[in-house]
């Protein structure tokens, strides 16, 4: 912890009191001089913390919201470092949160424009819901009971009495007519 | 935001602020009030003839009500403490209360080992159930008039100052309990009078971010 000189301490202290009383240049004076603090506290700790920047807002909004708690005649430094420790640990304890869920990716994994085009790319839902209704019955039947229905094929082999391998081709070809009318490239 | 913007913003909302009173203020202030609140329905049972007795003057019973005491005035003592930043380092803040608790259980388990014979009966004899459901009464108020007390600092830490606010309301509860309760039998008091204000004590633990915390949505 980067620790405050007993002179600077009070001076801070004074400055707090002010605040208190509503005196809004010694109020930018100490968030100011308190936001160097946890600049100064949040660089050693680097490598716990991902956004120092983060760290310090949440500090400062922390002090305005409780800043009628400080007793002036008491040292500023205890009451300062236990919001400072306590934010610190709510940030490691969210960032660890977070980084359970999240994927880590460096810049070049991720191209924003290539996902847009990539996204502009595949067809809207209400294109596909055409082109499946211009298939022959049988096979928009097929598709439909295979992909929305979770159906197997042979479930559906035995409901249209026809043979496994019959049902398979006829998919086959209704993806086919889908692709086309899409104008959906295949896949190599 | 940056965090320039955010000083400005910061800065233009600085308005003068009522400055916390301090740790044993509040404390005299829960003090008197409880005392107040609880004296009066235990003063009236204890006149319509309900209570401990003779027994009140044997060691148990003294010393059972001096360690209850002890477990409300040092819980309620460490969550007004809990409530200011930096207030909270002492040792003695949070240690006592729950020493003195597990010292109140220990001797009722030991008390009850000492029983000959424990039948289901021991257990649930009168006015079994009736005891908790009066601790947790009789705790209300007393939690309640704290939680304010302790809202008016910023507790940083919401689940330990919920765990004190509510084990010194359980305490005061039973207490109070304990004053109009007519079996002293040590099985009766473990299960009917401590173990309620273990339940309290927890629920106040997973209350604690409800009720006693006063951060932001933003700061957290």
């Not at chain 2, 007390?149 to 305490?171: D, F, N, S, W, Y």
Request: aromatic share 6%; glycine share 6%; proline share 5%.
């Amino acid at each position: 912890v980067a620790r405050l000189t007993p002179e600077k301490e009070r001076a801070l202290g004074d400055l707090l009191r002010r605040a208190q009383l509503g005196d809004q240049e010694a109020y930018d004076c100490l968030l100011r001089e308190l936001a160097g603090l946890v600049r100064a506290f949040a660089a050693r700790r680097s490598r716990a913390l991902l956004s120092p920047e983060d760290l310090v807002q949440d500090v400062l909004l922390t002090v305005h919201r409780v800043r009628r708690t400080y007793d002036p005649a008491r040292p500023l430094a205890p009451w300062f470092y236990a919001i400072l420790q306590s934010r610190f640990a709510d940030a490691c304890r969210r960032q660890r949160r977070r980084a359970r869920w999240e994927i880590q990716t460096d810049g070049s994994a991720f191209d924003l424009r290539s996902s847009i085009s990539s996204a502009a790319r595949h067809p809207r839902a209400d294109e596909v819901a055409a082109a499946l209704r211009d298939l022959p019955r049988v096979q928009r039947r097929i598709i439909r009971w295979l992909k929305l229905e979770d159906l197997s094929v042979r479930e559906i082999a035995k409901r249209l009495r026809m043979r496994e391998g019959a049902v398979k081709v006829a998919a086959h070809r209704g993806y086919e007519a889908i692709r086309r009318r899409l104008g959906v490239r295949q896949r190599s | 935001v940056k965090t320039e913007l955010l000083i400005r913003q910061l800065v233009a909302d600085a308005r003068p602020t009522r400055v916390t009173r301090p740790v044993r203020t509040r404390l005299a202030w829960w003090v008197a009030v409880t005392a107040v609140v609880t004296a009066v329905p235990v003063g009236a049972s204890i006149l319509r003839g309900k209570g401990p007795g003779d027994s009140a003057l044997a060691t148990g019973f003294l010393g059972e009500a001096a360690l209850t005491l002890i477990i409300a005035l040092s819980a309620a003592f460490a969550a007004l403490a809990l409530s200011v930043p930096g207030r909270e380092r002492p040792l003695i803040t949070v240690p006592v209360p729950i020493v003195s608790y597990a010292v109140w259980l220990g001797w009722l388990v030991a008390s009850v080992i000492t029983i000959p014979v424990v039948t289901a009966g021991t257990w649930l004899a009168p006015p079994a159930a009736r005891c908790a459901a009066h601790v947790l009464a009789a705790s209300l108020p007393a939690g309640a008039w704290l939680a304010w007390l302790v809202r008016e600092g910023a507790p940083l830490g919401a689940r330990r100052t919920g765990v004190m606010t509510a084990l010194a309301a359980g305490a005061t509860g039973a207490l109070a309990t304990q004053l109009t309760c007519v079996n002293r039998a040590a099985p009766h008091i473990l299960v009917w009078h401590a173990v309620p204000v273990f339940a309290i004590a927890a629920a106040g633990m997973l209350m604690g971010g409800l009720l006693i915390t006063c951060r932001s949505r933003r700061a957290r």
